[in-house]
């Protein structure tokens, strides 16, 4: 039995007459990567600002390893090993790929009398090219490079070994692959198998039906501010999830259709 990392209890949010979650209930384990699907509006981005700190939710739990937590800003989330990638906001596009990786938690050299003296360059910059060359982009990318040189999927890479760099135990993309090239996409969800490899959970929202077959392990999908249906990807199919995702009536008119 792989061990339980983030649960979420009947979590509901409304703003103001729009419910747009209803008793949200999901459970993420250790090492496994969970798509998390739904048509426009279903409620997944107000589902991972939750987990994340952005809103705070009007009703239900939240467990990181079978305890109670209270998430009510984002730096709760990340303190609790959660960190959250939106496409091109989680990246300061003029400093360098290696302030970038350790921005917030620069290393500083500790000067005599024990005062915080400025930035540890020398430091940062060895840390920064370790951790290029464990994720293996070393080859590609100077740490010194400034972010705005660099890809939309080199942009992600770079925003994903920042969460990995913390020991995140849970990582959060919300549609990573958007906006990308075909090789980029694949860059980057070759980098989320490499996460899985190294015992991180994955939560990974996406409308490419096609990218979750491809990395995840288990498939969540939302309508209307609900959780209708789970499935491991090894028990399903392209066309079940897409007809989960439209719900039974759509799903049944366009049968109809091609039938007539
Ligand atoms: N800040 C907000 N204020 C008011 N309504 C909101 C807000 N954020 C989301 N909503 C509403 O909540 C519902 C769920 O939105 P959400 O952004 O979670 O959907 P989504 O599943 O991420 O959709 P998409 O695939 O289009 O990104 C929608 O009806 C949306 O209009
Ligand atoms: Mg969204």
Known sequence: MTAEVLRLERIRKSFGSVNALKNASMTLKEGEVVALVGDNGAGKSTLIKAISGVHPIDGGE???HGRK??????????DLGIETIHQDTSLAPDLSIARNLFLGREPVKLSFLGVLAPLDFTELRSSASALLKRVGISKKLDADATVNTLSGGERQSIAISRAMQFAAKVIILDEPTNNLGVEETHGVLRFVKEVRAAGHTVLFITHNIHHVFEVADRIIVMRRGEIVAERTVADTDLLTVESLIMGADMSKLLRDKQVH
């Open 62 to 64: 939240i467990f990181m």
């Open 69 to 78: 937590v209270a998430i009510t800003s984002a730096r709760d989330a990340i």
